[in-house]
C-alpha cells in the first residue's frame, strides 16, 4: 500500500516503512479521543502515560507527589521502596518504610501516610490490616484524603500516581474479588477529584489490537459503543 506522501513523517529516512514492518508483540494503539480545537475543552482531566517509565521521570523530577499504596507486612517490591533507593537524598529503606507503617497500622478504613523523600513527597495508601487486598471503596477514600492533601499544599503539584493495576503485594479487587479495569480505576480517581498523571502497569503495554486513549473521561463514543451504537 503506497504511503500518503502529505503525512509527517516520524523516523529519519526509511524509518517509517521499515517500523510498519516490524512485527513488536508489545504494542500499543493510542486513540485521539478528540482533535485539537481553538476552543480548548477545559474540563479537568487524568494523563494517562502509556509507554512512560514512572520511576524514570520521579528521578528526572517531573513530578513532586507520588500516589501508590504500601501494607504493613513487606514493602521491598513495591515502587516507594525502589524509589526510596534511587534517590540520593532518601534517608528511607524498605524496612524503614514497614517498620513506620506498623504505627499506623489499623483495621478501620484505609490510611494515606506520606513519606518526605526530599523531592518527592510519597503520598501511599495504607490498606486496612484486617485484608489482604485493597477494595475500590479504599481507593475512593483514600484518593479523596490524597485530594485534599494536594489541595492544601500546592507545592505537592505535580502529581503522578501508580494504575493500582497488577500489584502483588497490595492488589486490588473489586466486589467480585477480580481485579477491576483500569477504567474502574480511573472513575474513582476522576469522581474523587484527582487531576494528577496515571501510569498503567506495564503489563498493559501489550493492549493491541484493542484501542486506548491517553486522557479521562473517556470520549462518549466509547459508551456508545457499549450499548451497539457507532
Known sequence: MPSDPHRPHIYDGEGDRLMAEVDQLDRIILVP??????????????????????????????????????????NSGGIISQLAELLPTSQWNARS????????????????IRFDMDVIEVLALLR??????????????GFMIVVEMLRRNTQRLPSASV??????????????????????????????????????????WSAAPTGVYARYPFPPSVESMRHGGF
Open 33 to 74: 479521543d478528540a482533535l485539537p480545537s481553538k476552543a480548548p475543552d477545559r474540563g479537568e482531566k487524568l494523563r494517562i502515560q502509556w509507554g512512560q517509565h514512572l520511576l524514570e521521570d520521579l528521578l528526572a523530577d517531573r513530578y513532586r507527589s507520588l500516589v501508590c499504596a504500601v501494607n504493613a507486612v513487606d
Open 97 to 112: 518504610i514497614t517498620e513506620y507503617i506498623k504505627k499506623f497500622s489499623a483495621p478501620d478504613g484505609v490510611k494515606v
Open 128 to 141: 486496612p490490616s484486617d485484608r489482604e487486598t485493597l477494595s475500590l471503596d479504599d481507593l475512593a477514600q
Open 163 to 204: 494504575s493500582f493495576i497488577g500489584a502483588r503485594s497490595n492488589a486490588l479487587r473489586d466486589a467480585d474479588g477480580k481485579e477491576p479495569s483500569l477504567e474502574s480505576v480511573l472513575r474513582v480517581m476522576h469522581e474523587a477529584g484527582y487531576t494528577g498523571d496515571v501510569y498503567p502497569a506495564p503489563a498493559m
